[in-house]
């Protein structure tokens, strides 16, 4: 890989998230974490069309799948 590449678009937090409130950008950040640990097999988990298309329910990273 080449040191010269750089991206030409790096927006900062409050640009990206900076609208949201603070419970949401918390979930978005637990759901990330979750998926991050899955790897791969992040698509393996819930129901609904992995490749796009619809809404996924991922129940077994959400808060209520946790607390049972």
Do not use: F, K
């Amino acid at each position: 890989m080449s040191d010269d590449w750089t991206w030409h678009y790096n927006p900062d937090a409050p640009h990206v998230v900076g609208a949201l409130p603070e419970e949401v950008v918390t979930e978005v950040e637990r759901l990330a974490a979750q998926l991050a640990i899955l790897g791969r097999d992040a698509g393996d988990v819930g129901r609904g069309p992995v490749e796009g298309g619809g809404h996924r329910t991922l129940d077994s990273t959400s808060s209520a799948a946790a607390a049972s």
